[in-house]
């Protein structure tokens, strides 16, 4: 069976949402970071989460993971056809939160790993000023539909919905300024699979 290695309310809630969306059997391991076991080690050797580990192989990247976990379930309907103009929409979006918004988390979370000896307080404080910039095109592709891609919704607002849990770090800053943001992120939370496979970590 694929194992599958999460860290609760990280990165890799997207894809355990997927995995339960699209019914896919898995064995779960919470990777502890400061001890990280051999099995997760050989399935991401950058060890981070999410990462997959099957008698194939393995698979890390969370946006891969679950572009593929839709294109293998297509009746669950994760993303619209990519041909299409909705398909071309949810792939800008869904490649802006991976290539854009999350790299911008991670300087908030771990400044010092771009300050070094430089000032982490700096590097927090740019840090939150990008994630009101990006968050705010997020918010104004919102106006016209309920979701980012049209009106049904797709892995970009599924991750987009996790990522705004982490703003608890910065007094839910993003939420309270963009109110659709805010809406979206309760769409998604009361699809029913997703609100099972959030339960207890993304709130
Ligand atoms: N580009 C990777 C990023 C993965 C990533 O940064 N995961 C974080 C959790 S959100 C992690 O495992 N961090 C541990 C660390 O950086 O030491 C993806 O999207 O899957």
Redesign the pocket.
Known sequence: MTKFFH?PA???SAVLAALTITQTPFELEI?D?GNKSEAFEKANP?????ALLDDSGAA????A?NLWLAAKNPEAGLMPEFSSLEGREALKWLFFC?ATI?PI??RLF?PQRMAGEGDLAEVSALAEADLMKNYGILDEALQDHDFLAGDRMSLADLYVASTLHWEAKIDGRITRTYPRLAQLKQRVLDVPAVTKAFAGEIT
């Not at 950058?46 to 999410?50: A, C, F, I, M, N």
């Not at 890390?60 to 946006?63: L, P, V």
């Open positions: 860290l990280s990165c890799s990777v970071l950058l060890g981070k989460v999410p890390f990247e969370g946006g993971i991976y999350h988390w991670i771990f």
